[in-house]
């Protein structure tokens, strides 16, 4: 008997993945900015590097506060009140950088970035199962990774409107935050719009796709269809806790210093190694598209393991110094980066039935990793960028080893 090939989604679910692929773009374009706004405060309020990290810090602490309430606020009201919930947060962050900017104050700009973040907390928290859920569950990593191939187009937009509008030559020169004001108020009207969308969206029945796998499922003499564990004793799961935790670590790290290594080691001007930045997240970009074709033909774990292993030997290379080559082993490692967080959440997610959600809340709370690997960082780069890229290393090998064998699914007992 031949076994039809399960589509990628149904015609009933095309147009609310449409708006919940949109959510990935929008926090992706955040996300890459607060890297350019990084350098700018470093300019415009003269921080340290190490100082500057504490932007990261305070986007990315909101996912340790704010994920596990974004959990249960989506599980008793749903994926819908879930995403006006982030959106009014992301967007309420966003406007707060008026008064900020008029005050001119880092730790009012802090308080923006972490309301900001806790928006962005609870939409990851919500986005991804949603995305999971719109379709049948051996199509959900072609979903999530389909989604974040748009947060990646974001993460492109993202430092090409920050460098204009934060990095340019006059702003550089200037400590006037009008072009901070003008640039997230600007976001913050689309974030706003984009919430009325939702209002009036209507979402299709749903039925969660990591309860219902069929016997065609390789993966199916480990289902936990009806789980009788407790969340925690699924080993699959709390690795996959592990591994985003350190996985975000990079990232940000990696992200928050892309333009000092520019400047610092390359020596181009602010602008340039700024508008380098839209060709480093175009790599992770590419990433996606490669990596979600690859997934048809090896098995996701795997490709994570072989992509975590490309990251390490990319993170060698850049820390040597070799000029060029380092620098476009910089570029390769947001290619290697690609699939990483998408197919981790999705991994994590397997066969966890009714602790669907609650699993998401707390990987996306692994997402605080990126609040505390920047400042560390930076107190190496303070004194030598290149060498500050050895660090991720230890990140990739968890990584490698949830990939390779941590990953797999245990049959309840």
Same mark, same amino acid.
């Given at each position: 008997?031949?076994?039809q ?27 890459s900015m607060?890297? &350019?706004?990084?350098?700018?405060f470093?300019?415009?309020l ?8 504490? !932007?990261?810090f ?11 309430p974004?959990?249960y ?9 879930g &995403?006006?919930?982030?959106l ?9 950088? &008026? ?5 001119? /104050?880092f ?16 939409l990851?928290?919500?986005?991804h199962p ?10 959900s ?7 974040q191939?748009? @947060? ?6 993202g430092?090409a409107i920050?460098?204009f509008?934060l990095?340019?030559?006059? @702003?550089v020169k ?9 640039l ?5 009207c689309? !974030?706003v ?10 979402i ?11 016997a ?5 003499v480990?289902?936990?269809v009806?789980?009788?564990k407790k ?7 709390v ?7 350190? @996985? ?12 000092n ?9 602010n ?6 930045m839209i060709?480093?997240?175009?790599m992770m970009?590419?990433g996606?598209?490669?990596?979600t ?6 098995a ?6 072989i992509?975590a ?9 850049v820390?040597?110094n070799?000029?060029w ?12 980066? /690609? ?24 990987i996306?709370?692994g997402?605080v990793?990126?609040?505390v690997?920047?400042?560390i960082?930076?107190q ?11 660090m991720?290393?230890i990140?990739y090998?968890?990584i490698f ?5 941590f ?7």
């Amino acid at each position: 008997m031949i076994q039809q090939k399960p589509a990628f989604t149904q015609k009933q679910f095309v147009v609310t993945l449409f708006f919940v692929t949109s959510l990935f773009l929008m926090w992706g374009v955040l996300h890459s900015m607060s890297d &350019v706004l990084n350098k700018h405060f470093q300019n415009v309020l003269n921080l340290s590097k190490s100082q500057s990290g504490l !932007i990261q810090f305070s986007v990315f602490g909101a996912y340790f506060i704010m994920s596990i309430p974004a959990g249960y606020f989506m599980k008793k009201f749903g994926y819908k009140p879930g &995403v006006i919930l982030g959106l009014a947060l992301f967007a309420g962050g966003l406007f707060l950088f &008026v008064p900020a900017a008029n005050a001119a /104050s880092f730790t009012f700009f802090r308080i923006a970035l972490f309301i900001m973040g806790c928006g962005m907390a609870t939409l990851e928290t919500v986005a991804h199962p949603f995305a999971a859920a719109l379709g049948d569950q051996r199509t959900s990593d072609l979903r999530v990774n389909f989604a974040q191939a748009f @947060n990646a187009v974001g993460t492109m937009i993202g430092p090409a409107i920050g460098t204009f509008f934060l990095l340019s030559t006059d @702003n550089v020169k200037s400590t006037d935050l009008t072009s901070v004001k003008t640039l997230y108020v600007g976001i913050g009207c689309v !974030i706003v719009l984009i919430a009325i969308a939702f209002l009036f969206l209507k979402i299709p029945a749903l039925t969660d796709p990591h309860v219902e796998v069929t016997a065609v499922d390789p993966d199916a003499v480990n289902v936990d269809v009806a789980p009788t564990k407790k969340l925690y004793q699924h080993r699959h799961f709390v690795w996959a806790c592990a591994a985003q935790f350190f @996985n975000v670590a990079a990232q940000a790290g990696t992200w928050a210093y892309f333009i000092n290594y520019g400047v610092d080691i390359m020596h181009f001007s602010n602008e340039k190694a700024g508008n380098l930045m839209i060709v480093f997240m175009g790599m992770m970009a590419l990433g996606r598209i490669v990596g979600t074709y690859l997934m048809k033909f090896i098995a996701p774990n795997k490709l994570l393991a072989i992509f975590a292993c490309g990251s390490i030997l990319m993170c060698i290379i850049v820390a040597q110094n070799f000029g060029w080559p380092s620098y476009v082993a910089l570029m390769m490692i947001n290619f290697f980066f /690609s699939i990483i967080f998408p197919t981790i959440f999705s991994l994590g997610l397997k066969n966890l039935g009714s602790h669907t959600q609650q699993a998401s809340s707390f990987i996306a709370m692994g997402v605080v990793g990126g609040a505390v690997f920047p400042l560390i960082m930076g107190q190496v780069a303070n004194h030598n960028v290149a060498q500050a890229y050895y660090m991720p290393i230890i990140c990739y090998v968890v990584i490698f080893l949830f990939g390779y064998k941590f990953y797999k699914v245990k049959k309840s007992a």
